[in-house]
């Protein structure tokens, strides 16, 4: 039996090296994205100064390895198995619950998800015990419900704390330096480098090194009686070194970001090291004490032992600390969770990442309100002295930068602050969650979230803030699930759910890279970067070409599922249709965006000649898409509702003229990829015919209703808006053939000319 514990808990270790991965993935957030998006240096030193932060903290890390080991349950009254099948289900349902938030590039607490899991799997097997104890233990001798009502308490406080100062404090350091800082810093620089930098001193010994091996019981006592001392000594000597390099035309503000980078790095890794590695190495420890005293009975041996404070070999942490790195440097999914952060907070136009919902709308409606009031309240001269220093078209930014290093430096110094700030006072405050409220906060005291992208911004924060609810939600419930599945089965169910967690894992993760080589995010991000305006111009002709391709291909498809579904009565295939109809509305406006940011990229003159005719093929495109959704509605109402069938005749009729329009759009689709004139002219003489042909059909349907039995009436009047829809659509479809054609030549072209050359065009 000792053999499968072992071999258990080499698995747990295994699953910590995971775990690492993702939780990294999931925490560069944090410390990552303020340096990111205000450029600050490049991507490599960013990561090489985060790397550094991180080794440190996680060698210097101990003191929090005990929240795993007695934090959460009373170990005196579980045995050896039950603390296995806790963590064997804690750390299964972390790595799935991370991986899969990961992979939406959501951001998430890494301490929320343990915390939570660890509550959901004592509290289900607490729930076993009770069920046969003996002795009178209550649900208090098992399980410390004070940690989770801490955890909750401090995602409140986390997330309104952290907003509202983050929007005060940008909104008084913006009218302080205006967007145009370099202007006027003179003694002003000195000041706010010194403040700065204090402020990440003092978070690096409140927070960041509070609970490291190196900090002494006579350090501690040092750096508390003597705060305010060294503080004061820090903001004199910090703020003459910041005053001397802006002299030495040294920018401060560059200094600040990667020095609150660092510091970051190091608190995340000492504090949050146990989120990934506690649990196994709590494992570990009650593997040690159980063979220690000589194995027996895992069901009744008692684990009081891990009362006692942790002792992590330094080797462990080291190794932690490697790996964390590679992961930093390497995981692709970082890089996402870090780009949803900063595109929420981002100063210019951008493609959203979310849509609108009804709350953001209200939210919205409501701030421009409470706006309008506080304009019309507030005096002439104040409003134009705010307006020039808040004019966001003087912002200085680096090339590709989201926002500048002014924002980025109060991002990164009053989250440390505030973290620092909790800890000190015991307030519980989440280091995920502060970090993203804070650069919530400044974006929307910078005004990044203007009129055209505010609902779409707001709709990103309050999915990312359900998605911390909902991460406490499902690691108890998921845990809680896991354990009694274990509890119930033994060993056999503990090595199933393993085999079960590694090919969920594996799934996920193959599926994800499928999904990559499917998107076009970096086509996107190449042209948006590029600095040659006619490279730019070539990669967007293709982009566009890959997108109409790709929505030609969707609508002929689409319209031979309405007409199967219609024709054959099927529900299904008529609200697949449906279905697919509506998400590929925000596929359009979401390429369309893109196109939009991109034409700004390309020569001047360019943009100007080929900008009207990219929005006549995007409208053409989005009423063909509206064709198609008309003609779904109504079919599916009336198949939904068992009415009359089309009668057989007119679905002879009716086949070849719905094939030929699904022939037509095909068509469209080759001579997008490759233009050519008289192909075009000739595929739109085609669609003049099919359109005179659908015309006819049209009269004789009317005149069927006229004349034809009452029993068949809503279903000709279904079958007369298709070919309506459907002669509309071809309409769309020559207006797209000639948008395409005169965006994508190089030249001017006239197919009114060309149509009455003399040119043998095959019809």
Known sequence: MEYVFLGIIIFLFMLAIFDLSVGVSNDAVNFLNSAIGARA??????????????????????????????????????SFFDLICIFMAVMVTDIILLDVFNTLGMPTSTTVSMVFELLGATFAVSLFKLAHDTTGLTMGDLLNTEKALSVIIGIFLSVAIAFFFGTLVQYLSRLWFSFNYKKGLGWKIGLFGGLALTAIVYFLLIKGAKDSILMTPELKTFIKDNTWSILAICFVAFTGLCQLLHVLRVNVFRIIVLTGTFALAMAFAGNDLVNFIGVPLSGFSSYQDYTANGGGDPYSFLMGSLNGPASTPIYFLIIAGVLMIIALATSKKARKVVDTSVNLSRQNASDEMFGSSRLARRLVRWSLSMSEWVVAHTPEKVRQWTARRLDSSQAIMADGAAFDLVRGSINLVLAGALIALGTSLKLPLSTTYVTFMVAMGTSLADRAWGRESAVFRITGVISVIGGWFITAGVAFIGAGIVVTLMHLGGTTAIVITAIIAIIVLLRNNLRRKKEEKKGDNTLFQTIITCEDPQQSWSLLRLFITEHQTEFLTFAA????????GFMNDNRKLLSKALNALTQQKDVLKSDRRKATLCFRQVPQQVAIEKNAMFYLAANSQMSMLYN????????????????????????????PLCEDVAVAIEDTTGLIQAPDSYGTIDLRRKCDQLKDR????CRRIQSDISQGEPAHMAVLYVYLNMMQEQQEMISNLRKLLRADLKLMSDRAISLTALEHQPHSIAV
Do not use: K, W
Request: proline residues 3%; contains cysteine.
């Open 694 to 697: 659908i015309s006819a059909e």
């Open 41 to 78: 240096a490049s991507f490599r030193t960013v990561i090489i100064i985060a790397a550094v932060g991180v080794f440190i903290g996680a060698v210097m890390s101990n003191g929090m390895m005990d929240i795993a080991r007695h934090g959460i349950f009373r170990p005196e009254n579980f």
């Open 557 to 564: 498809s689409t319209q031979r599922d309405i007409v199967q």
């Open 628 to 655: 198609l959704r008309r003609i779904a509605e109504v079919c599916h109402e009336h198949v939904d509702n068992n009415f009359h069938r089309l009668p057989q005749e007119i679905v002879e009729r009716a086949l």
